[in-house]
């Protein structure tokens, strides 16, 4: 991934995505926000113990970033819907006016659109096909990728929008890796089709799990880029819950330009 500072803020891009001038698109670093610990301090997320007035400017230190785009918001619920965001509906500028539609992933292809998903260790995948100009954020924790939420987009991307996966390419952020996804109770909690991901005794590749759903939608692999950062082990960078239970969420962000 490619890093740069933004003012007070750190914004994280992946290569492949960065080759295209049309798309705006970027992962937050925690820095650079109005809240004060344990939040501190570009928190992006309502409802976790922050002030919300606080939680609104840094939603607009976002939007301003993005040239002025109206923000795309869910309300993420571990789930695998796929919310299609159209113009000018279910935006939020940074304050709590409306609620957010219940989804995980949300697509568009709408211009000044910017599709916000809100992360702590789930990861954060952007997704765009160049041909059709659509794109999509998705929020995968573990629950999502069980219920294989990044084929589901895909498949939303392709039935609603007329994209072939063929020429979509996609960015896999930061988020708990191998190291830190540990689940000692998996025989439980995962599908065994999930097992061939773990990494010693209870530890789990979900970048590589996601990796084979995306190929597995269609995707090129050489079109997929894993952002290889750890979360939890970089807490002085990204909010992390397994890091600190009572924290913030960190946003990544896709649009396109008029």
Same mark, same amino acid.
């Given at each position: 991934m490619i890093s740069e500072r933004v003012g007070d803020m750190t914004v994280f891009r992946f290569a492949l995505l960065a080759e295209y001038p049309e798309l705006v698109h970027g992962v937050f670093a925690r820095c650079g926000g109005a809240s004060a610990a344990p939040f501190d301090s570009l928190n992006v997320s309502y409802g976790g113990g922050d002030d919300d007035g606080c939680v609104a400017?840094?939603?607009?230190?976002?939007?301003?970033?993005?040239?002025?785009?109206?923000? /795309?918001?869910? *309300?993420?619920?571990?789930g695998t819907r796929v919310h299609v965001a159209g113009p000018g509906a279910d935006s939020d500028?940074?304050?709590?006016?409306?609620?957010?539609?219940?989804a995980d992933a949300v697509v568009t292809q709408t211009p000044r659109r910017a599709l916000l998903v809100q992360v702590a260790d789930c990861q954060p995948v952007l997704i765009f096909d160049p041909?059709?100009? &659509?794109?999509?954020?998705?929020?995968?924790?573990?629950?999502?990728?069980?219920?294989?939420?990044?084929?589901? +987009?895909?498949?939303?991307? +392709?039935?609603? %929008?007329?994209?072939?996966?063929?020429?979509? &390419? =996609?960015?896999?952020?930061?988020s708990l890796g191998p190291c830190?996804?540990? %689940?000692?109770? #998996?025989?439980?909690?995962?599908?065994?089709?999930?097992?061939?991901?773990?990494?010693?005794?209870? *530890? %789990?590749?979900?970048?590589? /799990?996601?990796?084979?759903?995306? @190929?597995?939608?269609?995707?090129?692999?050489?079109? @997929?880029? +894993?952002? =290889?950062?750890?979360?939890?082990?970089?807490?002085?960078?990204? %909010?992390? #819950?397994?890091?600190?239970?009572?924290t913030g969420r960190f946003g990544a962000v896709i649009g396109l330009r008029p």
């Open positions: 400017e840094n939603r607009d230190r976002i939007a301003s970033w993005s040239g002025g785009m109206d923000l /795309a918001v869910l *309300h993420q619920v571990h500028g940074g304050s709590r006016r409306r609620p957010p539609p219940e041909r059709r100009r &659509v794109a999509a954020a998705v929020h995968s924790g573990w629950r999502g990728s069980i219920g294989n939420i990044l084929g589901r +987009t895909v498949a939303v991307m +392709t039935d609603d %929008f007329g994209c072939s996966p063929q020429d979509m &390419v =996609a960015g896999i952020g930061p830190c996804a540990e %689940f000692i109770h #998996y025989r439980r909690e995962l599908p065994e089709a999930f097992w061939k991901f773990r990494r010693g005794k209870h *530890h %789990f590749d979900f970048w590589a /799990a996601s990796r084979a759903q995306l @190929i597995a939608a269609g995707l090129a692999s050489a079109a @997929i880029e +894993t952002g =290889a950062i750890c979360t939890r082990c970089h807490p002085h960078l990204f %909010f992390s #819950y397994r890091h600190a239970h009572r």
